[in-house]
């Protein structure tokens, strides 16, 4: 599916589920309809739907509206939003409540109310006001302090049912908000006094004599009878994010249902706010991907020679997941973030695989009952004090068999030995005949029969299949690229396509590479100080068996050609593919001079996929970009055309 033809998609959703939304009731969730709108926009920015808002409906009689009723500009996440903040710098900010109901508005000829209107397109709504009498927190006669306000204007607000209602009475109702947008539009207006509106804005000809700016606006309308939504006054974006933090916390213990918060600069700006979409305020969006819950403890979890914290709280749902672990990184994490047992985290899981601590909520009242989060200091292998580098926690013992026996497996692994599985292996090393990636290459079928055959088998002299397997395996895999040659040592953070991108900046021999000081290596794109200073001890560490190997048992394949067929070509694969493994696809590129990449880039040439149709996040950038979709087939045809030039 090329952009156009996904364009058009997004078109034909987005008005389908903007009819469902405001006529009956929504089809998919909030998250996934901003989803649907945020790819549009990123597709064609200047689609003509974008600027529309909501849907009429053909029930009602039309009205056109006092006060603005645009949709606000929307940030899924703290990151979105700090970008926005960036770009408008307010002072301090005043955030509120995003409701997730109904939007009304409630128009008033001289402090009387008229009538009640729905958002509709934006212009012009459904005249719903037989409806909305019924309805609480409708104020008949505006009056302050006990006198008349003559006001003629509209006053926007939220039509909401609250969760004690839903529970009680519409349980059938998928959620609160479906309830009330069914239940505000029934031509009979049954059920209308269950539902309540809560006021967040007003407009008329001459506001400055009653208000001066945003807060005085939700104090007039408090004053005049009106239910507003809570005013939270913050100094910094950092400020923003943390109250939010702790909204989503309370969140579910409010007696209805909000979906984000309001943020906007004091000044009341109306030439913004008569916008289709107002830019000085944005609606910064909860998201189904993310949750705050407690920190009980952290577990290290030991891999190689690293020790890694992993974060244990109180389950939370993500994104239709029950989540209760995550990874801390390292223990810089740690400390950037403050964290301790007991506090209270932001825990996301943006689409990704393994879930992350975000951040802190701070609660000032409980910092008392935090505490520091234990460090192991000693391997629990060999005993050696850990060394803390802040990017890792590693034991720095070379010798530590944890450390090696992992360094074997990751030999085998990366160089694709097959029939040599982790039993095998640990067998071998307990058995003390592997210490050494050398050691693998030493084996002979003979060592290896007793560990296939029984004792009777092994007296009748029978030939052991599993140990003929091995070895042949072994024999097969001596010639390999530098990339994998490098990758196959289990250097930390250290993998193939960074060893290739070293490669391809010049260091493309195992003597150029042993050469290289950190200030080279850093200086390659992908690399930065603490990648190379990692790739620099472990080449260290290892440089006497990589010459070793070497020069005995391996030989290392020079790097593919820079004039190769594929050269100057990039190809990411995605999905399952048919006749080909995609580790073999992958090779066959690089083996004909291009490069495989792991995501999509706007300087990819192309994406592999047997499912070009999937809407997967791939095939999105990818029409996004332009960016040519290949089936397996078309990916064998351009390999062999190129190849055979």
């Known amino acids: 599916m090329n952009a156009v033809q996904r364009i058009k998609e997004l078109e034909r959703l987005i008005a389908r589920y903007q009819q469902s939304y405001y006529n009956s009731e929504a089809e998919i969730s909030d998250a996934d309809f901003d989803a649907l709108w945020d790819e549009l926009k990123r597709l064609d920015p200047a689609n003509a739907l974008l600027q529309k808002v909501g849907s009429d409906t053909v029930r009602f009689k039309k009205t056109a509206h006092r006060i603005p009723m645009g949709s606000q500009e929307k940030a899924a996440d703290p990151q979105a939003f700090l970008e926005w903040a960036a770009k408008h710098p307010y002072p301090e900010y005043l955030v509120e409540y995003k409701l997730d109901g109904a939007s009304i508005e409630l128009q008033y000829d001289g402090g009387v109310f008229a009538r009640a209107v ?67 539009k029934r031509k009979d207006g049954e059920g209308c006094e269950h539902l ?44 923003v994010i943390e109250y939010r933090g702790r909204i989503m916390e309370i969140r579910k213990t409010l007696a209805y249902d909000i979906d984000g918060l309001v943020v906007k600069e004091r000044r009341i700006d109306r030439e913004d706010a008569a916008r289709a979409r107002p830019e000085r305020q944005i609606a910064f969006k909860f998201s189904l991907e993310e949750a705050v819950s407690v920190l009980r403890q952290v577990e290290w979890s030991e891999s190689g020679s690293t020790y890694t914290p992993i974060g244990i709280f109180d389950p939370v749902e993500l994104a239709g997941t029950l989540v209760k672990r995550a990874s801390l990184v390292n223990p810089n994490t740690i400390r950037n973030l403050g964290i301790k047992i ?272 999937s809407g997967s996040s791939k095939n999105r950038k990818a029409a996004e970009l332009g960016i040519p979709i290949l089936s397996e087939a078309e990916f064998r045809r351009l390999f062999e055309q190129e190849v055979r030039q």
């Open 342 to 613: 007991g506090s209270h985290i932001v825990v996301t899981k943006r689409g990704e695989i393994i879930p992350k601590i975000e951040s802190v909520v701070t609660h000032p009242d409980e910092l008392e009952l935090e505490s520091d989060i234990p460090f192991p200091t000693r391997c629990g292998t060999c005993g050696a004090v850990l060394a803390d580098e802040g990017t890792r926690l590693i034991c720095p013992n070379e010798a530590c068999p944890k450390r090696v026996l992992h360094r074997l497996a990751k030999w085998i692994a990366v160089l694709d030995i097959r029939d040599f599985g982790d039993t095998l292996l640990k067998a071998l090393f307990n058995a003390g005949r592997l210490r050494s990636i050398t050691d693998i290459y030493t084996l002979t079928e003979s060592e290896l029969a007793p560990f296939f055959l029984t004792e009777e088998s092994r007296s009748k002299e029978k030939v052991s299949l599993g140990a003929r397997k091995v070895i042949k395996s072994i024999s097969g895999r001596t010639a390999v690229s530098l990339a994998v040659f490098i990758a196959g040592f289990d250097i930390e953070g250290i993998g193939e396509v960074l060893v290739e991108k070293l490669a391809a900046a010049g260091f493309d021999t195992l003597d150029k590479l042993l050469a290289a000081n950190e200030e080279d290596i850093a200086s390659v794109p992908g690399f930065g100080d603490i990648t190379a200073h990692m790739l620099q001890d472990g080449l260290t560490e290892h440089a006497d068996e990589m010459r070793a190997l070497a020069s005995s048992y391996i030989t290392i394949l020079p790097s593919a050609a820079a004039d190769g067929a594929l050269a100057g070509k990039s190809f990411c694969f995605t999905g399952e593919l048919g006749g080909l493994k995609r580790a073999d696809a992958e090779k066959m590129v690089k083996a004909a001079g291009g490069a495989v990449k792991s995501s999509v880039t706007k300087d990819l040439s192309y994406l592999v996929t047997n499912n070009a149709a």
């Open 196 to 239: 309540r509106i809560i006021c967040y804005d007003a407009w008329f000809d001459d506001a400055g004599t009653l208000f001066g700016d945003e807060e005085q606006k939700i104090a007039w309308l408090a004053s005049c009878g009106f239910t507003v939504v809570p005013l939270h006054i913050c100094r910094t974006p950092e400020e």
């Open 118 to 184: 729905t958002r509709g397109d934006g212009t012009e709504g459904d005249d719903i006001t037989a409806n909305v009498r019924k309805m609480q927190g409708v104020v008949p006669q505006l009056l302050k302090d006990g006198a008349p306000v003559s006001y003629t204007g509209g006053v926007r607000g939220e039509v909401i049912m609250e969760h004690e209602v839903h529970r009680t009475l519409f349980s059938d109702k998928a959620n609160c908000r479906n309830a009330a947008n069914g239940i505000m």
